[in-house]
């Protein structure tokens, strides 16, 4: 009914920037919060930021002032801004929503990850 599809990723210098974009399709009525999620090698999934219908966000530490999350209601689209990247950085990044479709149900997808790596 519902699925995301993230682009964006790719292979940067430590101090570079990338921009990752998420993009929601299907049968939705309403889409509430939206966020990234990475999973770096050896290690669990960690929230990385999220941004509420309303706009408010939330950042990890380890991010702020260097990410910025967007959301274009509009296109379905959630973005993560990421500026002076660091090796640390390198993971698969994953985009998340909780959305509301139109059948009542509510749905909780995922993207298909976008590779992020930082490295000179």
């Known amino acids: 009914q519902v699925q995301l599809v993230e682009s964006g990723g790719g292979l940067v210098q430590p101090g570079g920037s990338l921009r990752l974009s998420c993009t929601a399709s299907g049968s939705i009525f309403r889409i509430n919060s939206m966020g990234w999620h990475r999973q770096a090698p050896g290690k669990q999934r960690e929230l990385v930021a999220v941004?509420?219908?309303?706009?408010?966000?939330n950042y990890a530490d380890s991010v702020k002032g260097r990410f910025a999350i967007s959301r274009d209601n509009a296109r379905n689209t959630v973005y993560l801004q990421m500026n002076s990247l660091k090796p640390e950085d390198t993971a698969v990044y994953y985009c998340?929503?909780?959305?509301?479709?139109?059948?009542?149900?509510?749905?909780?997808?995922w993207g298909q990850g976008t590779q992020v790596t930082v490295s000179s």
């Open positions: 998340n929503m909780r959305i509301i479709g139109r059948d009542t149900v509510d749905y909780d997808p």
């Open positions: 941004i509420s219908s309303g706009g408010s966000t």
